[in-house]
């Protein structure tokens, strides 16, 4: 059992800064210089809670050069990748290339594209799929809307779109995989689901998965909150025994405030 207080952790917690269509590469090297100096001055401990950033496709290769040339602990992945490897796909972006960029993750299924690019559960399946024969670890986000939250469907609709992204995926396949649950309603709002709720959701995915899987991958896969995530409220979601970590839009474009994140256990113990 998790005693986030007492300083233990069943899982290594994970800090992840979705920058969204935000940030140039001048601009997104500058934050990611000014994120890894405010995390050495407070000698962060990566090992401990890993730190992750996910900005925009034409940002990569210059987050590249600047954590190898560094040799940062920052770690850092892409906000989607295409389901094919190569050929006729104008626009899209192979998990190869991410690979080579050094990628360590990749984000599936985030609402922003399902919602705008209207991405299916399979479609998530197949990028996953993608994913794995890269060698990049899936950040699968899955969440419910303002509806189903409001008519009490919250967990049974989550639940199916986790079940619709994994469906034909193999235990084996999916060593390493995150999920992420933000309730599109708290993304980007200010609104922010409850620790209770994130920790209810959170409990209820890794039942889920293991059901779909074994205990062991279950107790192994870390589920992230996401939804207006800042400083200030990061602790309490944290809390949670189920809650792993955060996957942080708005607030993860200020580097003191997204190191405060990282840091919450500094809050979680002055708590
Ligand atoms: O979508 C999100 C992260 O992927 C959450 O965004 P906000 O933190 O801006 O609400």
Known sequence: MTNKTDGNFDRTPLIAGNWKMNMDHAQGIALLQKLAWTLKDAKHDFQRVEVAVFPPFTD?????SLVEGDGLQIVYGAQDLSDQDSGAYTGDISGEF???????Y?????????????????LCRDKIRAAIRHNLTPMLCIGEGLDERQSGNHVAFTLEQLRGS??????????????????????????VAGPEDAQEMAAAIREEL?????????????????????????????????????LVGGASLDAEEFAKIARFEQHLLSN
């Open 60 to 64: 990569l290769r210059s987050v590249q």
């Open 98 to 104: 991410l690979a080579k960029l050094g990628c360590g």
């Open 106 to 122: 990749a984000l599936v299924g985030h609402s922003e594209r399902r919602t705008v690019h209207q991405e299916s559960d399979e």
């Open 166 to 191: 994994l469906a034909d995926l193999n235990e084996k396949e999916l060593e390493g995989l995150v999920v992420a649950y933000e309730p599109v309603w708290a993304i980007g709002t200010g609104e």
């Open 210 to 246: 293991g059901t779909l899987y074994s205990a062991d991958f279950a107790r192994a896969t870390r589920v992230l909150y996401g939804g207006s995530v800042k400083s200030s409220n990061v602790a309490s979601i944290l809390a949670g025994s189920d809650v792993d970590g955060a």
